[in-house]
């Protein structure tokens, strides 16, 4: 509840000190920072004694804040259950395949036969290193 409370005070400070664009010769529309950060401050201690003041409204205001925490959770949780419900699905189609299509999809389309090493000549030896030296063998 603060929370939301202290984001709003500070957007509206933001707000407020942020250039209009336009030019005000009124007297009563000019502020400069210093008169921004003091009405701040008071603003704030007047928040603080809020709950010193109206005990009742505070409570009633956290009772608030925690239901609003729960709807947010629950929202979270079915959204999240959606999306992962949309991929599922995406997913899906292409694991659907039966029977042979379905092994096969899942071991790869080649057969045994497919696999097999295809046969090689046999790979000469070197020469002896007598034979490489020019020495007859023994």
Known sequence: MFFLLRMAFWLTVVCVLLPSGTKSTSPDAQIDAVQAATL???AVSDV???CDRQPDACVVGGKVAVALGHKAEAGARTLYEFISA???EKTAPAEKTTGK??????HG???????APAWHAPVPL???REARAGRPAA
């Open 126 to 128: 070197p020469p002896r």
């Open 86 to 88: 949309r991929l599922n």
């Open 109 to 115: 389309t080649l057969t045994a036969a497919d696999m």
């Open 101 to 106: 299509a379905a092994s096969a999809a899942s």
């Open 48 to 50: 603080r004694g809020f």
């Open 40 to 42: 701040a401050g008071a």
